[in-house]
């Protein structure tokens, strides 16, 4: 290689990484000064509302589920054909 090639690939060598670490630096400044506008988040009042939800969740899927135990004699399923009458009531608590 002549003397000037190498000479213009180290001038295009420096202004790529001059460029390359102009563009970060913008980029990162700009996401600092998206998060500096946002105000901050009550993670309190966040809190207490999920709970709420999840315990109202909780408490409407506990009570159908304690109630179809209650009215199936403790099972949550009776599939076998011997313990129910010609109606399909459930007649006894039936073993196996």
């Known amino acids: 290689m002549k ?4 000479t213009i ?8 990484l001059i460029s390359v670490g ?12 998206v998060f500096d506008n946002e105000e901050p988040i009550d993670i309190a009042s966040e809190q207490s509302s999920v ?6 969740c909780i408490d409407t899927v506990l009570d159908k589920a ?3 135990v209650m ?3 403790g099972l949550t399923a ?4 011997e313990c129910k009458n010609k109606h399909g009531e459930h007649k006894c608590l039936c073993r196996k």
Not at 3 to 6: D, M, T
Not at 9 to 16: R, S
Not at 78 to 81: A, D, E, G, V
């Open 22 to 33: 102009i563009i970060l630096y913008l980029v990162s400044e700009a996401k600092k000064s």
């Open 78 to 81: 009776i599939t076998r054909p």
């Open 51 to 56: 709970k709420l939800y999840v315990q109202t």
């Open 3 to 6: 003397r000037g090639q190498i």
């Open 9 to 16: 690939f180290i001038i295009l060598g420096i202004v790529l």
């Open 66 to 68: 304690i109630s179809e």
């Open 71 to 73: 009215d199936n004699a």
